[in-house]
T-cell receptor, first 113, second 117 residues
Framework: AQTVTQSQPEMSVQEAETVTLSCTYDTSESDYYLFWYKQPPSRQMILVIRQEAYKQQNATENRFSVNFQKAAKSFSLKISDSQLGDAAMYFCAYTGTASKLTFGTGTRLQVTL | GAVVSQHPSRVICKSGTSVKIECRSLDFQATTMFWYRQFPKQSLMLMATSNEGSKATYEQGVEKDKFLINHASLTLSTLTVTSAHPEDSSFYIC?????????????FGPGTRLTVL
């Protein structure tokens, strides 16, 4: 079975600074997708960024980028120029051939002035 | 992105009653929908996968007779919590996969907070 591990229950970053959230996963599949989802206090799940395993190039979406290390099964999220609106729970997630998502335990990100 | 709605957003019911939660894909047809449960300050736990026109697939440990799932059309899946008890109180979230979209992405509804008194 696939597992997703987020080892940082909480992180804090100052506004305008950069923060990196860690995620590791375990799978025997070769074809899969990885995601970072954001869950603000409203609890609406919002897709932040997606990475296809077959792509070597790291995905980027504006201030958000990932460091995808397939051999190490690592998928970290870097948030640049952090904003107050980035404060939320962040979940790393995996999906493979079964099409269902496996989530990590989440990292609560606090953004301070 | 695609939009998924959920209704109701909040429901309070008495112990022993049944509650139905609806999940709709508004601008795409979803052959597969998913139901999750989320306890406070915890991650999402997949309860079941709902497939249009067929029986739902439940995750291990989820009582299928307690949590009835029906996916009667390509845009609607329902979760019925039967004979609800206080321990069923939780936040329930649905998601839908757009088969025409890229990357196996799931689009999430806003969730339903169920409180059983």
């Amino acid at each position: 079975a696939q597992t997703v591990t987020q080892s940082q229950p909480e992180m804090s970053v100052q506004e305008a600074e950069t923060v990196t959230l860690s995620c590791t996963y375990d799978t025997s599949e070769s074809d899969y997708y990885l995601f970072w989802y954001k869950q603000p206090p409203s609890r609406q799940m919002i897709l932040v960024i997606r990475q296809e395993a077959y792509k070597q190039q790291n995905a980027t979406e504006n201030r958000f980028s990932v460091n995808f290390q397939k051999a190490a099964k690592s998928f970290s999220l870097k948030i640049s120029d952090s904003q107050l609106g980035d404060a939320a729970m962040y979940f790393c997630a995996y999906t493979g051939t079964a099409s269902k998502l496996t989530f990590g335990t989440g990292t609560r990100l606090q953004v301070t002035l | 992105g695609a939009v998924v709605s959920q209704h109701p957003s909040r429901v309070i019911c008495k112990s022993g009653t049944s509650v139905k939660i609806e999940c709709r894909s508004l601008d795409f047809q979803a052959t597969t929908m998913f139901w999750y449960r989320q306890f406070p300050k915890q991650s999402l736990m997949l309860m079941a996968t709902s497939n249009e026109g067929s029986k739902a697939t439940y995750e291990q440990g989820v009582e299928k007779d307690k949590f009835l799932i029906n996916h009667a059309s390509l845009t609607l899946s329902t979760l019925t919590v039967t004979s609800a008890h206080p321990e069923d109180s939780s936040f329930y979230i649905c998601s839908a996969r757009d088969p025409s979209g890229a990357g196996n992405e799931q689009f999430f509804g806003p969730g339903t907070r169920l409180t059983v008194l």
